[in-house]
């Protein structure tokens, strides 16, 4: 695979159950990409220095999932104008809800696009589209692709229709 171009990061590797659909869905695409874990709480300095080089070493946009307090995603964000996608992961006493605040009330001037709780598959796309406004041949991939889920919804309406 050539040189990375997203970044996945999670807080902590039981994030992997959830993160790794993105990286299903990246690998479908044929996106380069690279996982790391990094917590914005036990490992900060590590977490502020991979955002900081992400785009000298060629990434172009980031991926994050973090559970609970869900810091990392804004973290990441403050250290880089790379896209930062955060993915707030369900779990624990509030099942993700209090991943998905932190995550979706960024203080003005740090975005961070917020995604459901445990929403892996659609970072990634989201990822994936993002790529495609300067890769043609992606954006035509991610056509197909939409095509293709469409084709399958309508044989599956068709049945549906045919059983009177």
């Given at each position: ?13 039981s ?64 250290y ?18 209090d991943?998905?605040?932190?995550i ?16 892996a ?44």
């Amino acid at each position: 695979m050539s040189n990375p171009v997203v970044g996945i990061v999670m807080g902590s590797d039981s994030d992997w159950d959830v993160m790794q659909k993105a990286v299903g869905i990246l690998d479908d695409l044929k996106i380069s990409y690279e996982v790391r874990v990094l917590s914005a709480h036990r490992t900060p300095l590590a977490a502020a220095n991979y955002a900081q080089e992400a785009e000298g070493r060629g990434l172009k946009v980031i991926i994050a999932g973090a559970g609970r307090a869900a810091h990392l995603p804004g973290v990441l964000a403050s250290y880089t104008l790379l896209p930062i996608i955060g993915v707030p992961i369900g779990g624990g006493p509030l099942s993700g809800v209090d991943a998905l605040y932190a995550i979706v009330q960024m203080p003005p001037g740090i975005p961070v696009a917020a995604m459901a709780i445990d929403g892996a598959q659609n970072a990634a796309l989201f990822a994936a589209q993002l790529l495609a406004l300067h890769d043609p041949e992606l954006a035509e991939l991610l056509k197909t692709q939409r095509e293709r889920m469409a084709q399958r919804v309508l044989e599956k309406d068709a049945c549906f229709q045919s059983r009177g």
